[in-house]
Nanobody, 127 residues
Framework: QVQLVESGGGLVQAGGSLRLSCAVS????????GAWFRQAPGKERVFVAT????????YYLDSVKGRFTISRDNAQNTIYLQMSSLKSEDTAVYFC????????????????????WGQGIQVTVSS
């Protein structure tokens, strides 16, 4: 497992933008698939976006396609989530996750597939 620490959350008006960062340490970062999940109050944690080991393949929740972009910098051991055109329904605690997959290409959208998690960071979108 690796350790993950999120940053960049906060309060933003509807239509605005935020960029979340996830600093990863304690392992071979380039062997891990990365992802972002979110959890709204009283609701289950849901998949938002995932990125493969070299950043060449990404996959998104339908409701964020065209608004959110996941990326990674393997030299800086960091995963990013650029969020634009934010809506009130994007309000949630956002979690960074990583899964050790040193070979092959996989799209992982289930929380149970990830074995390392950050502590979460609040994103609040005011309407």
């Amino acid at each position: 497992q690796v350790q993950l620490v999120e940053s960049g959350g906060g309060l933003v008006q509807a239509g605005g933008s935020l960029r979340l960062s996830c600093a990863v340490s304690g392992g071979s970062f380039s062997s891990y698939i990365g992802a972002w999940f979110r959890q709204a109050p009283g609701k289950e944690r849901v998949f938002v976006a995932t990125i493969d080991r070299d950043g060449s393949t990404t996959y998104y929740l339908d409701s964020v396609k065209g608004r959110f972009t996941i990326s990674r910098d393997n030299a800086q051991n960091t995963i990013y989530l650029q969020m634009s055109s934010l809506k009130s329904e994007d309000t949630a605690v956002y979690f960074c996750a990583a899964a050790y997959r040193p070979r092959g290409m996989q799209i992982l959208t289930r929380a149970s597939s990830y074995d390392s998690w950050g502590q979460g960071i609040q994103v609040t979108v005011s309407s």
